[in-house]
């Protein structure tokens, strides 16, 4: 049975969007394991259903390997999304995705904790193990 509704093919682009890159610098500290705690308390973005803003709480929490993430440009990729139509579950694994591909971390997990629509609250959480 083909899965039909008014959501076909709104989102059939995520992977390809070009966001604007996450940049990194040396860990110093590479030979250790520890924990970055980066927490964006203003995350906006649209629903692309209705175009009314999603407002969130993104926290990523990595341990790094041979590089940590630039906050500035982090900011600066998160800001990106105001504009962008994509659903809950989407921004998260399309942020860790990026995340991933910039700093190549030992381990990380991303968690949307999106404000309530409609009487529903969502968290999603996405993460990555290196090999």
Known sequence: MKHTSTYDE????IR????????TWVNQYHDKDYTI???NLEFTTICPKTGLPD???ICITY???????????LKEYFLFYRDV?????????????????SCQPRKVE???NFNI???MKTIVRAGYVKE
């Open 10 to 13: 709104l989102q059939n682009h």
């Open 16 to 23: 390809e969007l070009k966001t604007p890159s996450i940049e």
């Open 37 to 39: 705690e980066i927490t």
């Open 55 to 57: 407002y969130a709480t």
């Open 63 to 73: 341990t790094p390997d041979r590089d940590c993430v630039e906050l500035k440009s």
């Open 85 to 101: 139509g994509i659903f809950h579950e989407h921004v998260v694994n399309k942020v860790l995705e990026d995340f991933v591909n």
């Open 110 to 112: 991303v968690t949307g």
């Open 117 to 119: 629509r409609g009487g």
